[in-house]
């Protein structure tokens, strides 16, 4: 099979360097919340695919499920014939995220497509051409996504990028002064001002916001602040769309994390975790909202291919068999607070925050929220790989750790991980490897 260097060595001669390497493992194989890699090495995982592996790796039911299907029927495109498993997920997904009365959905291949999709239904539906987003916020790259995507790193020498965009600060509590109440009456107030000197409500088709940041560092948005968002929405016929790619499918306690706040958007967004390890993703959304777009003007070639409709059902049915929901919130209980007790005595730990089981730390500088520790972050990480724990970073400074391990991980694992993460922090802290942010 070769030594793990032979095949990096392959993969640089052959995939272009645009594409990230955040480790150098070479993966074998995979199952629950254990990878090994070709020479036999196994590691935790506490990544999960970047959100994707909440059911775990290999769940046997869902490779059944794929298996099962595969001999079935393995594409037809939803366009030319409906197939059952498209429209059985479709019920599915209308039951577990309901949208008011009646819910509609629209099956695709990723969280990108996703997104794209969902901000053509709402200006089809307002007949509107602007989109506010956010500051932090990652939807995603293609030329749409990459737009509303906030890290400038994602996106140099991408332009022109799409018209229309308008940015506003993320309700950030660490960063406003610690107090929910104040930072969502100074965010909400600050919005209502931008559609006075930035954009106007009635040309506004849409504001869309993750309730938990991904790649903007785990940050949660206050629940007062969501509140007050869907009420100036319905104020000025703005469709509300949260994106909830990484955060969905039990990653937070619920199967949506709008569910723990109690505001029902017009429109959501979904994938990762939702296929079990196969490609696919959804816009799910007002009935009347969904039934607004012209025919033809939203769909795809292989969007709810069968084979990943199988492996979605099938997930859905393990996550709930799995009680899932609440080993995520277990799972993040005892990271808190692990990481917690770490917090009181290491000063550049300065969050330890989440929902749920997506939970993330973050580190700077002598415990100053403007000194981020870039390279202590990274000299962390990569000190975990080599001692047998998968994790990575987040953030526009690149310095905070997430976790996203599979939902399935056993406390024995977890345990295990973060005991090679504690040691890591205390002995990089104490070697003094204390570098800031990344240029």
């Known amino acids: 099979m070769g030594c793990s260097q032979d095949w990096l060595a392959r993969r640089d001669a052959v995939v272009t360097r645009g594409l990230p390497r955040i480790t150098g493992i070479i993966v074998d194989s995979a199952h629950g919340a254990i990878i090994t890699d070709i020479e036999g090495r196994e590691y935790i995982d506490f990544a999960g695919g970047i959100g994707v592996m909440n059911v775990g790796h290999c769940d046997p039911e869902v490779v059944e499920a794929i298996r099962e299907q595969a001999g079935r029927l393995t594409h037809i495109c939803a366009h030319v014939a409906t197939y059952t498993p498209y429209v059985e997920l479709c019920e599915k997904l209308a039951t577990i995220l309901p949208h008011g009365d009646r819910t509609k959905c629209i099956l695709v291949n990723s969280g990108a497509e996703a997104v794209e999709n969902a901000i053509k239904i709402a200006r089809q539906a307002t007949k509107r051409p602007a989109v506010i987003c956010y500051g932090e916020a990652f939807h995603g790259r ?69 309730l938990v940041q991904g790649e903007g560092g785990f ?159 990274k000299a962390i990480v990569d000190a975990c790989h080599a001692k047998g724990l998968i994790v990575i970073r987040s953030g526009i400074d690149a310095n905070v750790i997430r976790f996203l391990p599979p939902l399935v991980i056993t406390d024995e694992q977890l345990d295990k991980g973060l005991s090679i993460l504690e040691e890591q922090i205390l002995q990089h802290v104490g070697a003094g490897v204390l570098g800031g942010a990344a240029s």
């Open 219 to 377: 940050r949660v948005a206050p629940k007062a602040y969501i509140e007050g968002l869907r009420r100036l929405c319905d104020k000025h016929g703005i469709m509300l769309i949260f994106d909830e790619v990484q955060s969905g499918f039990a990653r937070t306690g619920a199967w949506g994390a709008y569910q723990r706040f109690g505001v029902t958007p017009d429109l959501s967004t979904w994938a990762k975790s939702m296929g079990g390890g196969m490609p696919i993703g959804a816009v799910v959304g007002k009935a009347s909202v969904m039934d607004a777009v012209e025919p033809g003007t939203v769909g795809t070639t292989y969007g709810g291919n069968p084979i990943a409709c199988a492996a979605a059902l099938a997930t859905i049915r393990r996550l709930e068999q799995l009680s899932a929901n609440d080993r995520a919130e277990h799972i993040g209980q005892r990271i808190r607070e692990r990481l917690g007790k770490l917090q009181s005595s290491v000063a550049e730990i300065i969050d330890v925050r989440g929902l749920g089981g997506m939970v993330a730390m973050e580190l700077a500088l002598a415990g100053d929220p403007a000194k981020p520790a870039t390279d202590l972050t």
């Open 142 to 210: 293609t030329l749409l996504c990459t737009t509303m995507t906030s890290k400038v790193n994602y996106k140099r020498n991408c332009g022109p990028f799409a018209p229309e965009i308008y940015r506003m600060p993320y309700p950030d509590v660490l960063r406003g002064g610690g107090d929910p109440g104040a930072v969502t009456r100074r965010e909400l107030d600050r919005l209502e001002h931008a559609f006075h000197n930035t954009v106007a409500p009635q040309d506004v088709a849409a504001i869309i916001i993750e």
